[in-house]
């Protein structure tokens, strides 16, 4: 009896299980924390939110998420993760957009020039760095000068040191440490209503070339990790104003503690239809703090916002010796319309 054809078939070996390399798994997985870090910020950049802690503390430095978000990239790849790498790719696409300046190009002044001026705004740190203001306003020869940070040391300086035939008409709040600020002014000065503030914020009404322009120094709290409350209400009351002046000519100017990526920042040019001077001169990504360290980190919180009775002809950023903050000079037009 033939029994070859009855004998049982071997099975077929089973396919083998194709695992990933454990070194793959662990560089998906850190790409995907990098990524999901990255994602959060911009999401609230995207969702026109500041967010709690750390997002305000991170969108100031948006444009360096360009380096986590293409490590969370390069890490996916690394560790073959197909997914991880189409999103770490929508990832760049989206900081990359958002780095890009914020806001109008230019303004639409009508009418005749009225003056030429030039307004320069500093945060002398404490009033660390007065003397180099000092030295950087007869220098310079600003028209307005507005000082953040302005110690009793500071607006003892200034009061000695630049005659009052130079700079005649003044609001200086006096208070130590960073609460004190002053408005120095060639033109005449008329008293507005100061924005309330745990540093001084006070305001004025000057009258160049035959016409009121509203002057507001701004010096919200910073927002401060798991504290940023304080920066939200302050830097809203600033909006307000920008709200309640709109139409007139103003220059608000300052340490606004905020960049173009910050929501509440953007909310204050859109409610006063103001424009930001180093946007307008093509510096909206040069830094202005901090300026006493070698960090890469560095962003742009100090600003000079104007109305669209203005045209902005120049802005440079200035380095003063003994403060963290570079000072900015910014050249103005002011017409008629």
Known sequence: MDTMGTGTMPDRA????????????????????????????????????????????????????????????????????????????????????YTQPYGDATTRPKGPVLAELKVLTSNTEFGWATDDLIATVRREKPDLVFVEECSFRCSDALAAD???????????????????????????????????????????????????VRLQLAHPSPPLPRDEGKWHQELGRVREFAKSAAGQPVILAGDFNATQDHALFRSVLEAGALHDSARLTGRSHTYSWPADRTTPLRTQIDHVLVSDHFKVTSARFLKLRGTDHRALLVGLSLYAG
């Open 162 to 212: 630049l005659p009052a035939a130079d700079y005649p008409y003044r609001d200086v709040v006096r208070e130590d440490g960073s609460a004190g600020s002053a408005i120095l002014s060639r033109y005449p000065l008329k008293p507005a209503e100061p924005i309330e503030s745990v540093m001084a914020m006070p305001g004025a009404v000057a009258t160049i070339g035959g016409r009121a």
């Open 14 to 97: 089973a396919a083998p299980v194709r695992r990933r390399h454990p070194w793959r798994v662990v560089s998906a997985l850190a790409g995907a924390l990098l990524l999901a870090g990255v994602s959060a910020v911009v999401g609230c950049r995207a969702a026109d939110s500041d967010g709690v802690t750390p997002v305000p503390q991170a969108l100031a430095f948006l444009p360096w998420l360009l380096v986590p978000g293409g490590a969370g990239l390069a890490l996916a790849a690394l560790g073959r993760w197909r997914t991880g790498m189409v999103w770490g790719v929508a990832v760049l696409a989206v900081t990359g957009w």
